[in-house]
């Protein structure tokens, strides 16, 4: 069979490969998406969200043009606040210590909102996320850690968006569809190599975006690159993002990029399969740990679990929990704040233990030193400075004194039972290393030049995130650079039409 010719082929069919796509097309190329998936799980990691995005707004106006669906009454009813561009700035170092790319970091954050109402412009509806981002004080629900909005439906919602508009706007999309290799020579990418429904087809095409996410859901490369004990962490997402895409830019010359040896990675339910589940979605992770504390096998404490709001620790605490003897934490939580857990705390799929004691308790947490952790409790009820008062909408400086590892906000004693326990390990979410792009979203190849026709976007890009991550910026950072690199490589590719035209 003859292929056709494309101008973009768009590798992924993820938040950020849909959106490279959907630019691709509106610029006036025409699109093909290769997806490894089959179609009952496409959309990779982007479907396993719940679409929290973080984007900077001003205030009330800004957030209409993402939700103008917005009531008078929810608005009555909440404290919107504001995230600047500055705070967004702020953020992104802080949480990086420092070493985001500056350059990548500006055009995330200054295109953040006007890539929302373009998405918004292509069918994906957005709602507050309210109970996760927001808690009930005095009546109104205020918002914090900037993150306020959430796509409809969540990852399914947004994916299904942004494929029904891609059938509507004519975008091809193959499924079974595996990217293998870059068609390259030294006047840059032709084309692709992929292995479609088992047979190995040469795709050629003006423009490649890759966007076939980082290498989370390969346990080889896992232990290569983030090091000892990462091939025993879960994978949270899809089974499908293996490092593809970085490969096949790396074998044509690209430079890898970013943090390798960084990753995401969460607290999630001990016994939740290997990779995701797409029934359960992201409810095996247990983000709740801000109002309790978290012990080890040995009994004890072993991080600070207040250091800071939830969506700026969450990503760094699952190698933690890596790190601990067997590669577990149990969360412990009494009734005076049962009422704050989340959803995913309510799941039927999930580890857990209820005890009217903290000595029967003990004898329930499977794997821990029984004596050392009702010790550990005591040490801990005894330490809380009880002069300022709890508040789960702000970093209310409850915290401990005098123990090794300190508790800095949300310090509550541990007496009213029943008390309720969740085992937890480390759920990987996505790595940071990748390759190395501009600003237009173009692939850089290791000798520091532009590689003619090869985009990226999305998790297998390098250079944002170190260390840490602030929630919500991964499908906001794919969005992005993903409309980014459509867009160059549909200008790209058009104007490489026109000089073979003109040559024939
Ligand atoms: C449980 C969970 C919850 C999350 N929650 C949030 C959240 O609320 N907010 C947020 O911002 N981020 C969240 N994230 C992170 C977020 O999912 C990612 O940052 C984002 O979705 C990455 O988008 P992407 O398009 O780069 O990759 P993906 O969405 O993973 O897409 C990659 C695509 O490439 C395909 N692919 C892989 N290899 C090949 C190949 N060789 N050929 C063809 N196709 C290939 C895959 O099948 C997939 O379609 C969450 C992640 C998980 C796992």
């Not at 210590?97 to 994906?124: F, H, N």
Request: charged share 25%; net charge negative.
């Amino acid at each position: 069979m003859t292929e056709v010719f494309h101008d973009v082929i768009v590798v992924g069919a993820g938040n950020a490969a849909m959106c490279a796509a959907l630019s691709a097309r509106e610029t006036g190329a025409s699109v093909l998406v290769l997806e490894r998936a089959p179609e009952e799980e496409h959309g990779g990691n982007s479907t396993f969200t719940a679409g929290g995005m973080r984007f900077a707004y001003s205030g009330i106006d800004d957030l209409r043009k993402v939700m103008p669906d917005l009531t008078e009454e929810e608005i009555a009813r909440t404290d919107f606040g504001t995230y600047t561009e500055d705070q967004f700035f702020d953020d992104m170092g802080r949480i990086t210590e420092y070493r985001t790319d500056p350059d990548m970091a500006e055009l995330l954050i200054t295109k953040s909102l006007e890539t929302m109402v373009w998405m918004r412009s292509k069918g994906v509806k957005f709602q507050p996320i309210y109970g996760r981002q927001a808690f009930k004080v005095g009546g109104m629900f205020k918002f914090w850690g900037g993150m306020t909005v959430e796509s409809w439906g969540g990852g399914p919602g947004l994916v299904a968006a942004l494929h029904a508009r891609a059938a509507q706007d004519g975008i091809e999309v193959r499924h079974n569809a595996r990217a293998l290799s870059l068609i390259a020579d030294d006047d840059g990418v032709h084309g692709v190599v992929a292995r479609i429904d088992g047979r190995t087809t040469e795709l050629r095409c003006a423009s490649v975006v890759l966007a076939s996410g980082g290498f989370q859901a390969n346990s080889e490369w896992r232990s290569r690159y983030l090091g000892p004990n990462w091939e025993l962490a879960k994978v949270r997402g899809t089974r499908f993002n293996t490092g593809d895409g970085i490969k096949m830019a790396i074998e044509a010359g690209a430079m890898p990029w970013g943090h390798w040896s960084g990753c995401h990675a969460v607290g999630w339910d001990r016994n939740a399969p290997p990779f995701g589940d797409l029934a359960v979605g992201d409810g095996f992770q247990k983000h709740s740990y801000p109002f309790g504390i978290m012990v080890n096998a040995n009994g004890e404490r072993f991080v600070d679990e207040g250091a800071d709001f939830r969506n700026y620790t969450y990503a760094k605490y699952g190698r933690v929990i890596l790190n601990q003897p067997q590669q577990f934490a149990w969360q412990i939580f009494d009734q005076k704040v049962v009422h704050l857990l989340r959803d995913e705390y309510r799941i039927k799929q999930i580890t857990r233990a209820e005890a009217n004691s903290i000595e029967e308790l003990a004898g329930k947490l499977d794997g821990v030193d029984a004596e050392r952790f009702i010790a550990e409790v005591n040490a801990y009820n005894a330490s809380i400075r009880e002069d300022a008062p709890f508040n789960p909408n702000v970093k209310d400086g409850r915290c401990t004194q005098g123990l090794k590892v300190n508790k800095s906000n949300w310090a509550n004693t541990l007496d009213q039972g029943p008390f309720v326990a969740f085992q937890v390990t480390c759920g990987v979410t996505f790595t940071f290393g990748g390759l190395k792009v501009d600003t237009d979203a173009q692939v850089i190849d290791t000798e520091g030049d532009l590689m003619p026709n090869l985009f990226a976007a999305g998790e297998l890009v390098g250079g944002l995130f170190y260390f840490n991550y602030p929630g919500g910026t991964g499908l906001m950072a794919g969005a992005v650079f993903g409309r980014t690199a459509g867009r160059s490589a549909a200008i790209s590719a058009l104007a490489r039409n026109k000089v073979r035209v003109k040559a024939s």
